[in-house]
């Protein structure tokens, strides 16, 4: 078979959290870094100018990576469920949304300025010294808003001023009458979004980690009060499986419950789902109790009733909200992360990404062995059959080989190799990307293995 191989045994990240710890070092994430940029997952923005702080471009697989994660997030939030609806929501809103919410007076972080270096911090983040000079002699600490303040229409004044979203959420709050209408949905439902947001982060890092753009994509979900610890769990469990079932493995993922003292002036409960990054546990995505502080608030603020009426029982109450929230940038990086791997291969490391088929780039990539006209006529019907259903890439450049560790390296589950005996008995070679283990497969019977074939990966995730 064409360019055969063998699997010498894969490393494989997040067996213990020692383990992983030691696998998922600065050094991993270094590599994980170039591998963005020179496969083309991420780009620094605006890279021909010096590039601009804490901005990224999502490449061409980076971009069907980020679109991957997102539908990933709504088939299980939204398509496979009858309890959630849809929402897109404005990103400019009218400054009486933040007032209302809490976040003109609550939304910021401490800032404190070095006075020998002149750099920036959080203080939260800092333990009493400038961490680029070390200098103790900071200024005291002042309440800095994250909020991206613009004006709306041609003349700066105050009645023009509006602001770019920090979080998805209040979109859902105010339009919680005209989803319960429109929907004819009740108690308990959720309403689910995925979109930009903007935050002025002092200091922003990590990667894509922490940036001052990114996408959330949270849901709202609105209980009877009595109803809120239950599904609060409920959630809970949801969320943690979720990443799970995308293979992340379980070592690299725990539940923090947050303690009183860093509870939001709205929650009476939050929980993170943790990630184990280079640097240490962080957030992956924050599950909150929010209680019925929002659609309260929105209530008071602007006039209208937010609450809902229960025709069974004659009762009339605001709904508590439990609320899931990730970003989609931060979790694609996180599977990049879990994913990332090395292996020999005929005596030479391998990089491979164990990408979840669902989260790849590309499901399959279609490789004629020769740029023979013959070659390419039949690669492109091959290619004509699977488009339609999978995402494909067409490489006929460089040798078979090098063509599948390119593919190894942006997590392509499947190779689908034409070669002239193809021309004979109408079959193309699988190669699958885990095990390099190649298989002949007639062209009519194609499709049905490809789908068989990437769903039998799928499972495979579970056991990680």
């Known amino acids: 078979m064409p360019g055969e191989d ?40 605006a890279e021909i100018y010096g590039g601009f702080r804490s901005t990224y471009d999502y490449g061409p697989l980076g971009s069907l990576m980020l679109r991957n994660v997102k539908n990933a997030w709504w088939k299980a939030m939204v398509q496979m469920r009858t309890d959630v609806v849809g929402l897109d929501a404005a990103i400019l809103s009218s400054p009486r949304i933040w007032e209302a919410s809490g976040h003109l007076a609550n939304f910021t972080d401490p800032l404190v300025d070095c006075r020998k270096c002149r750099e920036r911090w959080r203080e939260d983040q800092i333990d009493g010294a400038c961490p680029n000079c ?11 808003n994250l909020m991206f303040k613009t004006f709306v229409g041609p003349v700066e004044e105050g009645s023009s001023e509006a602001y770019l979203r920090p979080e998805t959420a209040q979109g859902m709050f105010v339009n919680f009458s005209n ?35 990114f996408e959330q994509m949270e849901m709202e979900f ?23 079932k995308l293979g992340i493995p379980s070592a690299m993922l725990r539940l923090r419950h947050h303690d009183p003292d860093e509870l939001s002036h709205y929650s009476a409960g939050t929980a993170d789902v943790e990630f184990l990054y280079p640097w240490g546990w962080g957030e992956l995505e924050g599950i909150a109790n929010r209680t019925d502080f929002d659609l309260k608030a929105h209530a008071t603020a602007s006039g209208e009733r937010l609450d809902y009426f229960d025709q069974g029982t004659g009762e009339r109450y605001v709904p508590h909200v439990i609320e899931p929230a990730a970003g989609a940038t931060r979790a694609m990086m996180a599977f990049l992360l879990a994913a990332y791997s090395t292996d020999e291969v005929g005596g030479e490391e391998r990089v491979l990404l164990k990408l979840h088929p669902d989260l ?19 690669s492109g019907r091959v290619l004509s059959i699977l488009q339609p259903n999978f995402m494909c ?20 589950p499947l190779c689908i190799t034409i070669d002239f005996e193809s021309l004979d ?19 009519e019977g194609l499709e049905g293995y490809v789908r068989g074939a990437l769903v039998k990966k799928s499972e495979a995730a579970l056991t990680m």
Not at 134 to 144: C, E, K, N, V, Y
Not at 184 to 207: D, L, M
Not at 435 to 442: D, K
């Open 6 to 45: 063998k699997d010498n045994g894969r490393t494989a990240l997040g067996e213990t959290p020692e383990k992983a710890s030691e696998e998922v070092s600065v050094d991993r994430m270094n590599e994980i870094v170039g591998l963005c940029k020179r496969r083309g997952f991420v780009f620094p923005s």
């Open 134 to 144: 070390g200098s103790m002699d900071l200024t005291p600490a002042r309440a800095f």
């Open 179 to 213: 989803v319960l209408q429109t929907s004819r949905k009740k108690p308990p439902f959720g309403i689910a979004q995925v979109g930009k947001s903007f935050r002025n982060e002092i200091t922003p890092g990590n990667f894509v980690f922490r940036t001052r753009e």
């Open 222 to 244: 609105f209980v009877p009060p009595d109803e809120a610890d239950n599904w609060f769990k409920y959630w809970l469990d949801e969320r943690l499986n979720w990443y799970l």
């Open 360 to 378: 790849a780039p590309y499901q399959a990539a279609i490789l004629p062995l020769s740029k023979k006209p013959e070659l390419t006529e039949l």
């Open 393 to 412: 890439d067409f490489d006929e450049t460089q040798s078979i080989g090098k063509r599948y560790r390119r593919q190894d390296e942006v997590g392509t």
């Open 425 to 443: 008995d109408d079959c193309v070679t699988i190669r699958d990307r885990d095990t390099t283990a190649q298989e002949r497969v007639s062209i």
